[in-house]
């Protein structure tokens, strides 16, 4: 243990001496969680439309105001011809055509039917596929709001209607910051933990205090503790400030027990440190790490259910998504944040961790070649 304390001593004088470490632990973590949940939005708004009216009704009219006010569109061009409608799209200025054909209303009126023709620019298969749907579900109300219109005027006898209710569970007002940031919050931790880590023995390396440290009775256990122990204490620094801001900024309040969030982060880091580690083992030089961490990291991230959920992902992406640490931490700090989830529903997860955690760290301790 004193061999350990001595380590841990030089580690932390090493840490606050690099004003680039403290800043990636002290700031980052603010700039990021302030940035990122405000530029990875899932509401698509605003969404261009032009409309061409052939019919010029009072009922084409009444439709193109429902659409107008219903939020999610901006009427940029009431074009005479789908030709120039059509141009608008060419250009990028619209994303959607309505067109209302001739008779629009009196085939209403008259035949209980009509069609109306939409082209999607589907460049962007997002914003395509939620445009026409939010398009087409306003269309599908306008002409349910006119059949209770008629039916109110022929009688009372009105045609039975089921009247669908939903409840959003565990995130009720449909806030996607509420689902992003505890995502965007385990990134963090990961990306600092994971690169800190990563040049760290490598940086002894290049310095060449590691020949001195090779010709100590250090042994190889208590060196990867001592490089190990500090960046697992900023870990959770870095964790709290990022718990803190969500609390601040966006409110978010874990709906379950603190301490299971800790629990499983204090093995999660272990996990995490223990791939730097071993990473830093392997490389000569800090851009080796680098790159490395790096290629790692854009892959846990891609495929750690951030922006993608696991469940539609092809079989193959499914299997390297279990070898994948950072989406098991994704899934926990939502079912905790979110669900309330405690031990006994992070059981499986947790396992998984520590698994890990063992693996990674006893690999880390076995690649270290030790010369004396």
Do not use: C
């Not at 256990?221 to 001592?226: A, D, E, K, N, S």
């Amino acid at each position: 243990m004193r061999m350990i304390k001595f380590l841990l001593r030089k580690e932390f004088k090493q840490i606050f001496r690099n004003r680039t470490i403290l800043i990636m632990i002290m700031v980052m973590p603010v700039m990021q969680l302030l940035i990122l949940p405000l530029a990875a939005n899932y509401d698509v708004k605003d969404i261009n439309l032009s409309v061409v009216d052939h019919d010029h009704s009072s009922f084409s009219k009444k439709l193109i105001s429902k659409i107008t006010a219903s939020g999610y569109f901006r009427l940029q061009g009431y074009n005479a011809s789908f030709k120039d409608a059509f141009q608008l799209i060419e250009s990028d200025k619209a994303d959607l055509i309505l067109e209302i054909p001739e008779g629009f209303e009196r085939n209403l009126v008259r035949e209980n039917q009509q069609k109306v023709f939409i082209a999607v620019n589907a460049i962007n298969g997002t914003k395509a596929g939620l445009g026409g749907a939010y398009l087409t579900q306003i269309i599908g109300n306008f002409n349910s709001d006119i059949r209770l219109q008629w039916q109110q005027g022929k009688g009372n006898n009105l045609p039975p209607i089921i009247e669908i209710t939903s409840s959003n569970w565990f995130n009720p007002f449909l806030n996607y910051r509420i689902f992003m940031v505890p995502g965007i919050l385990a990134i963090l931790v990961t990306m600092v933990g994971g690169f800190l880590t990563a040049l760290n023995i490598v940086k002894e390396k290049e310095v060449g205090t590691i020949e001195q440290i090779n010709v100590t009775p250090i042994k190889k256990q208590y060196f990867i503790l001592g490089k190990l122990i500090p960046f697992w204490i900023l870990g959770n620094v870095v964790f709290t400030i990022g718990l803190i801001i969500s609390w601040l900024i966006y409110g978010i309040i874990p709906l379950g027990n603190i301490f299971v969030l800790y629990g499983f982060i204090w093995l999660f880091l272990l996990a995490v440190l223990g791939f730097g580690l071993l990473i830093s083992t392997y490389s000569d030089t800090q851009q080796q790490a680098m790159l490395i961490m790096f290629f790692f990291m854009m892959i846990f991230i891609l495929m750690g259910g951030l922006f993608t959920p696991i469940d539609s992902m092809p079989g193959w992406a499914k299997v390297i998504a279990r070898f994948n640490p950072l989406s098991y931490m994704i899934d926990v700090m939502r079912m905790v944040i979110l669900k309330g989830s405690g031990w006994k529903d992070i059981l499986p997860q947790l396992w998984k961790i520590a698994l890990f955690a063992v693996v990674l760290n006893t690999w880390a301790i076995l690649n270290y070649r030790k010369t004396a």
